[in-house]
């Protein structure tokens, strides 16, 4: 077992030779004589419209290696790990990038003047003399970094799941006798959990079902093989007055280990320091950050404010233009300082739509900006569903091509989303087509068994079992 210490938030110890740091919401920082790497810095300001704060004040030391890393790695769109606050004080450093389809991340970081590199697929970059670091974007618009550092291996998969990449990965970690795994895991308060029905009934989402958090982490852990798994980017907390109801959801640092039984992998602390020279880890015991909760209008929101006649025309531009939801969905309605207005689709007849309810600032800055998950995961906006209750809302019709494949892979129509997904296919056919294998065989067990029944979990666990032990 790995020697464990635990270090105070106001500890001063050294600055390792060679080893990393986790810290914060989704942040490593790697160090080879100095710190070298940085991922995902957020280390002030608000997310999804004030609604998130970080839920663990970020030490001293960690903040001013951030500020001396050479380079900063950022992920995905999600505004918890692209922090504007707290990029805007690391102008001076390279950004890196996965190479997401669309492009949009790198076109907007350009523009406003910083210097920005695309990390090619699947090929190792050399950051340092003893990091070196292997970058894949997904279509999910995710991106997972693998980091060698002095011949110990950390795959950081933040928010992302496996869509085509798992294969190659778990080859890479077994060439490593030290691994750790980073990934979001908890009960899942991350998504669109304020979701109800035609009659006003809300639908209970599955982090309601609060499932013993360490038995997701041990299957995760024998799929992909690894030696160490440390709980990563799920460390928020829910701070407006329309959205602290979400924080039932969120997962306590105690949490992560209820559950947890591995004969391979070893859970970690969330907040650790590892020096890769001794081969220890430290934990890292950063202060909780206050719970503080603030009126929407701290943030612009008011919930009287109405639309005007040109933000309905920006509404209905804005879903009308999305060819996947018209084959879905009738209608899209929009309700805004207690008026309803509806945007015909124009395509199906089958009387199933959404209604949003909004404040109009929040709301009119997503559609504006073409940022329409943040609206889904503040969860302070209040959704409807009308005419069907899918067992996971909003998935897999609205979600994925909205915020994923439109706003951010800037694929809207039919023609566009084709050449989106071949151009990922085209990176990796092979691992692509067992991807597509997989996928639909669980389509076909989540129809003939439902997701919350006992056999469907058997099922997933001989699953998760029997292909991280053969493939």
Request: aromatic content about 12%; overall charge negative.
């Amino acid at each position: 077992m790995i020697d464990t210490d635990t270090l105070g938030s106001g500890s001063n110890f050294l600055a390792m030779e060679l080893g990393f740091d986790t810290i914060g919401n989704a942040t490593l920082i790697c160090y080879d004589r100095g710190p070298v790497l940085v991922t995902d810095p957020w280390i002030e300001g608000a997310a999804y419209f004030g609604s998130w704060t970080i839920s663990h004040r970020i030490p001293r030391e960690q903040r001013e290696s951030i500020g001396a890393c050479r380079y900063v790695w950022l992920s995905h769109g999600h505004p918890d790990h692209i922090s504007a606050a707290s990029i805007e004080k690391l102008r001076d450093k390279i950004i890196l990038l996965p190479d997401h389809e669309g492009g949009r991340i790198y076109r907007g970081l350009k523009e406003e003047g910083y210097t920005v590199y695309v990390v090619k697929d699947r090929e190792w970059t050399r950051l340092s003399d003893r990091i070196h670091v292997l970058c894949i974007a997904d279509y999910n618009q995710d991106g997972i970094l693998l980091i060698d550092i002095g011949g110990k291996l950390i795959v950081d998969m933040n928010d992302a799941s496996d869509n085509g990449w798992g294969r190659f990965v778990k080859k890479i970690i077994q060439n490593y006798k030290i691994s750790f795994l980073l990934r979001l895991s908890g009960y899942g308060d991350a998504d669109m959990n304020n979701c109800f029905d035609e009659e006003g009934a809300w639908i209970a989402p599955y982090a309601a079902k609060r499932r013993a958090v360490g038995r997701q982490i041990a299957l995760l852990t024998q799929q992909f093989g690894v030696k160490y798994f440390v709980p990563f980017s799920s460390m928020h907390r829910y701070q407006r007055a329309d959205s602290v109801w979400a924080n039932r959801y969120t997962t306590p640092l105690a949490d992560y280990a209820s559950g947890f039984e591995s004969s391979v992998t070893e859970l970690l602390p969330a907040f650790i320091r590892y020096d890769c020279l001794r081969e220890q880890v430290e934990e890292i015991a950063p202060r909780r950050t206050d719970e503080t909760v603030w009126p929407p209008e701290a943030f612009g929101d008011n919930w009287s404010d109405p639309l005007t006649r040109m933000d309905v025309e920006r509404i209905k531009d804005y879903f009308s233009a999305i060819e996947h939801l018209r084959r879905h969905f009738q209608f899209i309605g929009v309700r805004v300082g207690g008026k309803d207005h509806t945007v015909d689709l124009g395509g199906v007849k089958n009387n199933c739509g959404i209604t949003f309810e909004a404040p109009r600032h929040s709301l009119m800055t997503a559609i504006e900006n073409e940022i329409f998950d943040d609206m889904l995961i503040g969860n302070f906006m209040r959704t409807t569903l009308h005419g069907h209750r899918p067992l996971r809302p909003l998935y897999p019709d609205f979600t994925p091509y909205v915020a994923k494949y439109a706003d951010n892979g800037r694929a809207k129509t039919t023609d566009e989303l084709e050449a989106y997904f071949e151009a990922y296919r085209r990176r990796a056919p092979l691992d692509h087509f067992f991807h597509g294998l997989q996928s639909r065989s669980g389509d076909m067990l989540r129809a003939v068994m439902p997701p919350d029944s006992p056999p469907y979990r058997v099922a997933r666990s001989v699953y998760y079992r029997l292909h991280g032990m053969h493939s």
